[in-house]
């Protein structure tokens, strides 16, 4: 994400004007004055800032997108998790609201189930299973919402519905993305802002209840690698997180059955790591080592 930093943190864009009587303008404090313009004689020709997304890729403007919208998921499914968890117990699965009352319906159970079936290494827990359109229910749900959501995301969000319309606007930005469609500049500009603002509710309920060192610091959240290799980190909450690509113990608990693969002299292999996309890059350092027999090398940032 460092072409982010770039574009926000690199540059100072200033109004710029087209003669040199207004250009002397520039050189006085115009702090909370606006310049005159003279509209019709070719005086005062103002170039504005730019959107910085314009400057962006379109590949680099849907990754942005994905990567905001991930991290929301991630900060939702925890909270979620969490809640049931303190209110239901750790089989809060099968629990009920209210006698003859479900905490969680049968159709979203059976989806759920469905899904870790088919990929289990992908969802590992039952939590990892939700989605957008889970996170809309169980948020918004009527009573769950006032028993236990709306002290956490009010008074940012004046109720509710608000949170709903902001999670389907997420949503079909997310929907749009993963079936290789194109995004506009303002659905990037949703994913980002509308991202950030929920999850910091999230950070702010978790520094309430005197959580904030144990969970609001940046984590990896995903491990990509050149053979096509992606392992999303689904217990934020486990320190630390070790991954062995090739054999060795699994995160998600199973066996190291992983196939292990030849490389030759002069192929080149490289790996991606994402950090939490709510903390911005200047907040953090990452530290990395490599070891291969007697060949070591360690540095920060890209290597």
Same mark, same amino acid.
Request: charged share 30%; net charge neutral.
């Given at each position: 994400?460092?072409?982010?930093?770039?574009?926000?943190?690199?540059?100072?864009?200033?109004?710029?004007?087209?003669?040199?009587?207004?250009?002397?303008?520039?050189?006085?404090?115009?702090?909370?004055?606006?310049?005159?313009?003279? $509209?019709?004689?070719?005086?005062? *020709?103002? @170039?504005?800032? +730019? #959107?910085?997304?314009?400057?962006?890729?379109? &590949?680099?403007?849907?990754?942005?997108?994905?990567?905001?919208?991930?991290?929301?998921?991630?900060?939702?499914?925890?909270?979620?998790?969490?809640?049931?968890?303190?209110?239901?117990?750790?089989?809060?699965?099968?629990?009920?609201?209210?006698?003859?009352?479900?905490?969680?319906?049968?159709?979203?159970?059976?989806?759920?189930?469905?899904?870790?079936?088919?990929?289990?290494?992908?969802?590992?827990?039952?939590?990892?299973?939700?989605?957008?359109?889970?996170?809309?229910?169980?948020?918004?749900?009527?009573?769950?919402?006032?028993?236990?959501?709306?002290?956490?995301?009010?008074?940012?969000?004046?109720?509710?519905?608000? $949170?709903?319309?902001?999670?389907? *606007?997420? @949503?079909?930005? +997310? #929907?749009?993305?993963?079936?290789?469609?194109? &995004?506009?500049?303002?659905?990037?500009?949703?994913?980002?802002?509308?991202?950030?603002?929920?999850?910091?509710?999230?950070?702010?309920?978790?520094?309430?209840?005197?959580?904030?060192?144990?969970?609001?610091?940046?984590?990896?959240?995903?491990?990509?690698?050149?053979?096509?290799?992606?392992?999303?980190?689904?217990?934020?909450?486990?320190?630390?997180?070790?991954?062995?690509?090739?054999?060795?113990?699994?995160?998600?608990?199973?066996?190291?059955?992983?196939?292990?693969?030849?490389?030759?002299?002069?192929?080149?292999?490289?790996?991606?790591?994402?950090?939490?996309?709510?903390?911005?890059?200047?907040?953090?350092?990452?530290?990395?080592?490599?070891?291969?027999?007697?060949?070591?090398?360690?540095?920060?940032?890209?290597?």
């Amino acid at each position: 994400m460092a072409w982010l930093n770039r574009l926000f943190y690199d540059k100072n864009k200033k109004i710029t004007f087209s003669n040199t009587e207004d250009q002397a303008c520039e050189k006085q404090s115009c702090e909370g004055k606006l310049p005159r313009l003279d $509209i019709g004689k070719n005086v005062g *020709r103002v @170039t504005m800032s +730019r #959107n910085p997304f314009l400057d962006l890729k379109e &590949i680099e403007l849907r990754d942005l997108s994905k990567h905001q919208i991930d991290a929301l998921e991630q900060w939702c499914r925890r909270l979620i998790d969490d809640i049931f968890k303190q209110n239901y117990g750790g089989f809060y699965i099968d629990a009920e609201v209210n006698p003859g009352q479900p905490l969680i319906k049968s159709s979203i159970k059976r989806t759920i189930e469905e899904r870790r079936k088919q990929d289990p290494t992908r969802f590992p827990r039952w939590i990892d299973g939700i989605v957008m359109e889970d996170l809309e229910y169980f948020i918004c749900r009527d009573d769950l919402y006032s028993k236990y959501f709306r002290k956490i995301f009010e008074p940012f969000y004046s109720g509710k519905e608000e $949170i709903r319309f902001v999670l389907q *606007r997420l @949503t079909a930005v +997310r #929907n749009r993305i993963a079936h290789g469609n194109a &995004i506009s500049v303002h659905e990037a500009e949703q994913a980002l802002c509308y991202s950030n603002d929920i999850v910091g509710c999230c950070k702010k309920y978790y520094v309430s209840i005197g959580k904030d060192r144990e969970y609001n610091v940046p984590v990896f959240t995903r491990i990509k690698d050149s053979l096509g290799t992606d392992y999303p980190r689904f217990r934020l909450e486990y320190y630390p997180w070790e991954e062995y690509f090739y054999g060795g113990p699994r995160y998600d608990g199973g066996i190291g059955d992983r196939p292990r693969p030849v490389f030759h002299s002069g192929e080149n292999y490289k790996i991606w790591v994402e950090v939490d996309g709510s903390f911005h890059e200047n907040t953090y350092v990452v530290s990395w080592k490599y070891e291969c027999g007697k060949h070591k090398e360690k540095g920060n940032g890209y290597g």
